[in-house]
């Protein structure tokens, strides 16, 4: 289960920075164009089903991390990584108000990235 939760850890750490800053090089774009696509459809499409914002990939890291014996985790990742990781003490709303502003920049950047590529 250790070996699972660092794997988690890295999972998501590198889905950030894909999702951040994938779409800048040429040769990223496809690769971010599956992540950003994934998150999307997890955020939004199965957040339909689930509570927007909703991720796979975090449910099944708590999964293991209550496996592990730790409780009491934040709905997302970032809010986890910002307060825990980071050992900041950021209220989870402002973390999450953040987290959506910056999605919908990312949204708006990459999908004028790709519609460029496409043409």
Known sequence: ???????????????IIVNLFGWIWHGTRTFHLVIFGSTVISWIGLGFFYGWGYCFITDWHWYIKDRLGE?????SYITYFINNMMKLNINEMSIEQFTIYIFIILLIISSIVHCRNFK
């Open 1 to 15: 289960m250790i070996i699972l939760n660092v794997l988690f850890h890295s999972l998501h750490i590198l889905m």
């Open 71 to 75: 409780t009491n985790l934040p709905r």
